[in-house]
């Protein structure tokens, strides 16, 4: 048996597609694909996939991983690829299918990019360097157990900061994986917090799933 | 700013959005440039329900097979994504393109129930489309039709629409688009087409008919334009075992209502129970052969990756060759783990070990559509379930650990007296009564026993078409002695809404008086009348009396042998006077065979020119 790690994108249309209706659609996929994925034993068996961190409902992604066992040990990675590239719905691809290098465990951040839309995109830019030179950035935040204030001042490492004329576009870092998970509209809702100006958020991108020494999560 | 982009901005505020921007598996996608006709198929329900349907799977794909045709998909969006579209100007789209649906050749409507007549309005309001067929424009574009089970008749629709296809389109259709596209090519004016098309059999364009009516209301005759048939005769797929059918699905990433591959395996029913609407207007009875069943369900497993299946049909127990057919899928689902559901399956007469392959599969639950509570009142609906039958199978249900049963039936059948009401009860009690004589029983639980009440609801081409349905007070008292019938705890009932009924007797049986009612409703605010939170009989109501409609002279008037209804110009292939001879046998209590026992001679054999039945088989 092999344990595979597919590394895909979801954009376009596809951004649309919930956390739960990609599981359906994954299922489906594979069966589609017709390669041999390992079913779990038991008294309900089901093709094990999983994958390694949700993405928000409108997000695009180019670095979402999906992990998942192949009965053939001979299968070359490329035909596991190209079979599923076969017949995935618009916007999905699989970039790239290799062995599982680390646990999931190891995954400690996520880059995102996206772009505030407005018209007085200089303004904008001074709001969001004004935020960001706060000491705090409090944000209240939804989990299992309610609502409760985080300050996500501590993990949010902005990368780059452009104002485009027509938009001020941002890069961060955000924390991601089995212990914490900030979603940067978080970052956005506190930037509301303290600017009057209206901006439109357009295309919030996860640009790649990091470890904690900011390499590519493999 | 283009429409995606318009669509896109407020996309993220809706409930479940994939529902509206397309993409799907399975969805097909053209170039615009190179495509001479288009058309919107358009169901008048939301995208979990009208994706769900398998008609619009079968016309999508059999139009889409023509390179040159695209026909895209288009639902009625929820409450949510309509006020954001009215909002923002987002004019109804198709979901392939995303163009708006009002630049289309055609915008074709299926009428699957009539509580959906009223979205069919709104929907063409949300199109920017005239509403009202004797608005809209010259040229030929934006063609308005309908078809599906409510266009039997068609007459409370009839100044919205264009044209109706009467029957089965797998074959008028394509004839449809073929002439458009040629007289398009020909420079034609809308009206030179429609009469054209009005020549091709199946078609029915309302404009050239009118009634006249008498003075108590009724219809005095039919004046019918020069050069225009006199009656429109629906279509039928002659060779049904070779005719097209998808060899894939669009594949929708929400889940909808039937999300599964659907195989039909059969057309028609032989049963003939009176009520049924369904039972005589898909009439001759035709049948797949189990190889072409199976070819189809495998490709369709193959495309979709869908890991269930079920089989559409009226009664696929009737199928000449059901056996060998269950084993052909049963040890294919089996191999590749695919589920395979069964509904209503009849298992009195197979072979053991098909029964035992059946037993694997089968996890639904027991139910029964037994629909009258008497023997006498079941035979006047000419529904063939006996007592026996019942109590044998809820017998052998729960030796092998079921539980619990649910039982369907129906208030207000013509000849219902109070003692059929108390028979409801009193079969559910005995079928308590059962479970507990067992020795072998499910232990740690008691049974339940579910019993679901409708409203009868006459239906045009029935033998019952004739019959007035129970008023309210009628159907209150039968609801409350029914209740008031029921002793044990372990018997639950429910019921349907009879303002609901009351709605869908007088669409169905409606004529054309009752357009600008039905405007009138929706403009006061109705629309998605068959979701229980929506419905707002006041408001119907209200638009009859603003209309001058009495509702009940299309409820609850016995409607008379000789008179002429508002849909005998429309011809279903069965004979008018087997219906009355129907419904007289009817009144008298006795049952007719089913068709592979006896021709009771419907007509529909004279009319297609053969036979039904070869010896057991069905002339497929």
């Not at chain 1, 249309?13 to 034993?41: G, Q, V």
């Not at chain 1, 989990?143 to 941002?170: M, N, Q, R, W």
């Not at chain 1, 917090?193 to 958020?201: A, G, H, I, S």
């Not at chain 2, 026909?71 to 309509?82: H, L, N, T, V």
Request: aromatic share 10%.
């Amino acid at each position: 048996m092999q344990r595979v790690r597919a590394t895909f994108e979801k954009k376009g249309r596809a951004k649309y597609i919930s956390h739960l209706d990609l599981n359906r659609c994954m299922l489906r996929t594979f069966r589609r694909s017709r390669i041999p994925i390992w079913y779990t034993e038991g008294f309900n068996p089901h093709p094990y996939y999983s994958f390694a961190l949700a993405l928000s409902l409108g997000f695009e992604s180019s670095c979402e991983i999906l992990d998942f066992n192949i009965t053939d040990d001979e299968m070359p990675m490329e035909a596991i690829r190209d079979a599923l590239n076969a017949v995935m719905p618009e916007g999905m691809r699989i970039v790239k299918v290799a062995e599982q290098k680390q646990k999931i465990t190891a995954i400690a951040k996520a880059e995102y990019a996206f772009s505030l839309v407005t018209d007085d995109s200089a303004g904008l830019y001074a709001a969001v360097q004004t935020l960001l030179t706060q000491p705090e950035i409090l944000i209240e935040k939804k989990t299992k157990k309610g609502i409760k204030t985080v300050d996500i001042k501590p993990d949010t490492e902005v990368l780059t900061c452009a104002d485009t004329g027509s938009s001020v576009d941002i890069t961060m870092y955000l924390p991601a994986g089995t212990q914490t998970n900030y979603n940067p509209t978080l970052f956005i809702e506190a930037l509301r917090q303290t600017t009057d100006l209206p901006f439109e958020v357009r295309d919030i991108r996860r640009t790649a799933i990091l470890c904690a020494d900011n390499t590519v999560f493999e | 700013m283009d429409l995606k982009q318009k669509i896109e901005k407020h996309l993220l505020e809706v409930q479940k959005p994939s529902r509206y921007i397309g993409g799907e598996v399975g969805s097909v996608i053209k170039d615009k440039s190179k495509v001479d006709v288009r058309f919107a198929f358009c169901f008048p329900d939301t995208y979990d329900i009208g994706m769900s349907h398998l008609g619009m799977k079968i016309l999508y794909s059999l139009t889409n097979a023509r390179e040159n045709y695209w026909c895209e998909r288009c639902f009625a969006p929820s409450e949510d994504f309509e006020a954001i579209m009215r909002e923002n100007d987002i004019p109804l789209y198709a979901l392939e393109s995303l163009d708006p649906i009002r630049d289309f050749d055609f915008v074709g409507f299926t009428l699957q129930y009539e509580l959906s007549y009223a979205n069919i309005l709104n929907m063409l309001d949300l199109a920017g489309i005239p509403i009202f067929a004797k608005d809209r424009t010259p040229e030929l574009r934006q063609i308005v039709m309908a078809g599906g089970p409510c266009v039997c008749n068609p007459e409370p629709l009839a100044d919205f629409f264009d044209l109706f296809v009467l029957g089965e389109g797998e074959e008028v259709n394509l004839e449809l688009i073929d002439l458009y596209h040629r007289m398009k090519q020909e420079g034609a004016t809308r009206l030179e087409f429609l009469r054209a098309a009005a020549q091709i059999e199946g078609v029915y364009v309302p404009q050239f008919y009118h009634f006249v009516y008498k003075e108590d209301g009724t219809i005095d005759r039919l004046d019918v334009d020069e050069g225009i048939p006199t009656t429109v005769r629906k279509r039928i797929i002659r060779d049904y075992d070779k005719v097209y059918y998808p060899d894939n699905f669009v594949v929708p990433f929400t889940e909808i209502v039937h999300d599964r591959v659907s195989v039909e395996v059969l057309r028609g029913c032989i049963r003939g129970c009176r009520f049924c609407q369904a039972g005589f207007i898909y009439r001759p009875f035709r049948e797949k052969t189990a190889d072409t069943i199976f070819a189809q369900t495998k490709a369709l497993c193959e495309n979709t990756g869908y890991d269930e299946v079920s089989l559409a049909s009226l009664s696929t127990s009737d199928h000449y060759d059901i056996d060998n057919m269950l084993t052909k899928l049963i040890d294919y689902t089996a191999g590749e783990r695919i589920n395979l559901s069964l509904p209503s399956l009849r298992v009195d007469n197979f072979s053991e070990s098909l029964l035992n392959k059946i037993k694997k599969v089968r996890k639904s639950g027991l139910t029964f559509a037994a629909e009258g509570g008497t023997q006498r009142l079941r035979d006047v609906i000419n529904k063939n379930v006996s007592e026996e039958e019942i109590m044998n199978t809820c017998r052998i249900a729960f030796e092998g650990g079921y539980s619990s049963v649910k039982l369907y039936f129906m208030m207000g059948l013509p000849t219902e007296t109070d003692e059929d009401i108390v028979g409801i009860a009193e079969l559910a009690q005995r079928i308590v009564d059962l479970f507990y004589s067992i020795e072998d029983r499910p232990r740690g639980k008691g049974v339940q026993v579910s019993v679901s009440c409708a409203t009868f609801v006459p239906k045009p081409f029935t033998p019952f078409e004739f019959e007035p349905q129970d008023t309210r007070e009628m159907v209150e008292h039968k609801q409350k002695l029914l209740l008031g019938s029921t002793k044990s705890k372990k018997i639950k009932i429910s019921y349907h809404d009879p303002n609901v009924s009351m709605l869908e007797v007088i669409l169905a049986k409606g004529d054309r008086r009752l357009c600008p009612a039905i405007y009138a409703a929706w403009r006061k605010g109705c629309k998605f009348d068959s979701w229980e939170e929506y419905f707002k009989p006041d408001l119907w109501l209200e638009a009859f009396a603003d209309c001058g409609i009495d509702p009940s002279f299309y409820a609850n008037r016995r409607f008379e042998y000789d008179e002429i209804l508002p849909w005998d110009h429309l011809d279903y292939l069965v004979d008018k006077a087997f219906l009355v001879r129907e419904n007289k046998t009817a009144h008298e209590s006795k049952t007719t065979p089913n068709c592979r026992q006896r021709c009771s001679g419907c007509g529909v054999n004279k009319k297609v020119g053969r036979e039904c039945f070869a010896k057991s088989k069905s002339n497929v």
